[in-house]
Structures are given as C-alpha cells and as structure tokens.
C-alpha cells in the first residue's frame, strides 16, 4: 500500500532534550516536507527536499532540522525542543502537484 | 507571499443537506487541490484541479477551478455523517521560485447535526 508513515505518533518531552521524528514513503517520490499544524494558524511548511541530499526551509524552519540521505526518509530533528513546539506534525511526499500526507506526530514539549 | 482565504471557518449542517465552500487567493494559482482531515489524522487528498474552468467530481464531492485561477469551490452533496471533519483548500503557485510550496487555507470545520 502506498503510504507515508511517521513515528512516533505521539511524543511527550521535557524542553530541551533532542529528538527526532522519523518520516518513510514509499511512493519513490522525490519531493518531501514537513508541516506543523497549529489553531487558527492551518499548516505551515517547516522544511522541505526536493531529492536526496537537497534540503531547504519553508516558511518556519527555525528550531528544527532535517536530512535526506536516502530517497524514501526524511527526519525531523529537534536539536533543543522548547515548549513553543508543541504541535502536531506532519510529513509528507509529492509528485507533480499532488501530496499525499502521514498520519501526523503529536508532540508536547514540557 | 501568497494568501489564501478559506470560507466559511465552520459550518453546522442537517444532514442531507448540500454543503459549499471557496477558497480565494490574492494571486494565480496553477493547481488546486482539496483535502478532508478527519481527527488524529493527516489530511487525505480528495480532489485535485490543474486547469481554469475545471470541473471534478468524486462521488457527491464537486470541485471547481476558478476561471480567474485566483479561486477554487468545493460542493459536497446529501451530506451524511462520516462528511464531519476539516476541509482544506492548497494552492501551487507557477513555478519559479521560493519554496515551490503548496499554500494552504485555514480549513473549513464542517458539523453535521441528525
């Protein structure tokens, strides 16, 4: 079944201690992001890669990182976690113009 | 960047009853797309539009691309209660540059009363 897959789906940590979210597709797609979604604000794209080893950030990117060193994954890294990053998240792969999402982490920082 | 204003924020339904929502930008998109989030999930695509003037059915889901390619309308027929969830609009704007991202709406909270 094609799918993208997160985990975990729900994370809770105390401010600053590092993690990682993990995102697979495998849809050979060479276009992945990461959204966070918040009330009021809908999603916003954090990061995104366009291929393998080619990354940029999106429109909120500060706090968080990323790698593409294989097609198929696709990481969120949380370096030093603060309570402003509480949300819920969520990974997802395009091709042309259609993205297809995971299932969405829900991470609270204490 | 671009902007897009989804209407209405929330609706509260009967159902069976037909249910409508639009999307607007303050500049051209090259596709539409909508999608349905249902809760603890991400948002499943249901439609997606590519061309002005087009018009795209999937079961009582209707979608249109604007003439304008500045807005989109989303039409759900006879809705019934797995219909409950948001609904988003996303724009992509003409490649060229900056994050080639898609832009969302807020989202449409749609509730269906028995």
């Known amino acids: 079944e094609a799918q993208v897959t997160q985990n975990p789906r729900y994370l809770i940590t105390v401010t600053g201690k590092k993690l990682t979210v993990t995102c697979s597709q495998n849809?050979?797609?060479?276009?992945m992001s990461w959204y966070r979604q918040d009330p009021g604000l809908g999603l916003r794209q954090i990061y995104y890669?366009?291929?393998?080893?080619?990354?940029d950030k999106g429109d909120v990117p500060e706090g968080y990182k990323v790698s593409r060193k294989e097609k198929r994954n696709f990481p969120l890294i949380l370096e030093s976690p603060s309570p402003n990053q509480t949300s819920l998240y969520f990974c997802?792969?395009?091709?042309?113009?259609?993205?297809?999402f995971g299932p969405g982490t829900r991470l609270t920082v204490l | 960047g671009q902007q897009l204003n989804q209407s209405p924020q929330s609706m509260f339904i009967q159902e069976g009853e037909d249910v409508s929502m639009n999307c607007t930008s303050s500049s051209i998109f090259n596709t539409w797309l909508w999608y349905k989030q249902d809760p603890g999930e991400g948002p499943v695509l249901l439609i997606a539009l590519y061309k002005a003037g087009e018009l795209t059915s999937n079961g009582r889901l209707t979608a249109q691309f604007g003439i304008t390619r500045k807005d989109s309308f989303l039409n759900i027929s006879a809705s019934i209660p797995s219909d409950v969830g948001i609904y988003f609009c996303?724009?992509?704007?003409?490649?060229?540059?900056?994050?080639?991202?898609?832009?969302f709406g807020k989202g449409t909270h749609l509730i269906i009363q028995p």
């Open positions: 890669s366009m291929n393998v080893e080619v990354t």
């Open positions: 997802a792969s395009r091709i042309y113009n259609e993205q297809f």
């Open positions: 849809m050979n797609h060479e276009y």
């Open positions: 996303a724009g992509q704007p003409p490649s060229g540059g900056g994050a080639d991202g898609l832009t």
